[in-house]
């Protein structure tokens, strides 16, 4: 079973707004409130790179410094999801976005312990 399902991704035109969500796996994350989340995103012949964090209970939240004011990271605990609200889209939003949990309830600048398969995000000028 995949540990973390990606969903939402699509075709938008320059400015619009997407939301996406990831689904923690009940199996791998039995109590999904001891993990810190994030999302990640690879974009056409890019590295992979950090998009946004966020802690166990929403109460903390990190930005790259290239989406803060326009996208949003959230989560609902009970529904073992994460969310990323991306607003204000450019086209070099344009990539694969990624769901990571890291190993423990802070994020602390670490690598993700699981990923998901990631979902296409593309934005049209």
């Known amino acids: 079973q995949v540990p973390l399902v990606e969903s939402g991704g699509g075709l938008v035109q320059a400015g619009g707004s997407l939301r996406l969500s990831c689904a923690a796996s009940r199996r791998t994350f039995s109590i999904f409130s001891t993990y810190a989340m994030g999302w990640y995103r690879q974009g056409p012949g890019k590295e992979r790179e950090f998009v946004t964090a966020i802690n166990w209970n929403g109460g903390s939240t990190n930005y790259a410094d290239s989406v803060k004011g326009r996208f949003t990271i959230s989560r609902e605990n009970a529904k073992n999801t994460i969310y990323l609200q991306m607003n204000r889209l450019k086209p070099e939003d344009t990539a694969v976005y990624y769901c990571?949990?890291?190993?423990?309830?802070?994020?602390?600048?670490?690598?993700?312990?699981?990923w998901g398969q990631g979902t296409q995000v593309t934005v049209s000028a």
């Open positions: 990571a949990a890291y190993n423990g309830p802070i994020y602390s600048g670490t690598d993700p312990l699981y």
